[in-house]
């Protein structure tokens, strides 16, 4: 069964704002900071495996800029990045998610 949604207008009544139901709860924000999580987990397995960005950002089909935003934890990679920088890095994508 589909989830109802009502429609309201924002405080400038020009853009809608969808709000939830009564039977949904509110999602909270997460506090673990998994983009930090995953940068250092991508630079030190990329620095074990003696790579540089670039090599590593080659791999991936990433710019190289991306990569280093990435690593500290500023830009928050997709699914398929983090699978792509899993696979050229040689461990299984939740290898990325686990805290040292």
């Known amino acids: 069964m589909p989830r109802s949604t009502r429609s309201t207008?924002?405080?400038?009544?020009?853009?809608l704002k969808k709000t939830h139901s009564p039977d949904t709860a509110p999602v909270e924000m997460n506090k673990i900071n998994y983009k930090q999580i995953v940068g250092?987990?991508?630079?030190?397995?990329?620095?074990n495996a003696e790579l540089s960005q670039e090599v590593l950002s080659e791999r991936c089909g990433i710019f190289r800029t991306y990569l280093s935003r990435i690593e500290s934890g500023a830009a928050n990679p997709t699914l398929l990045v983090l699978v792509a920088l899993a696979d050229s890095l040689g461990v299984p994508p939740s290898e990325l998610l686990t805290k040292d």
């Not at 207008?9 to 853009?15: D, H, L, P, R, S």
């Open 9 to 15: 207008a924002c405080t400038n009544e020009c853009v």
């Open 40 to 47: 250092k987990r991508v630079r030190g397995l990329r620095q």
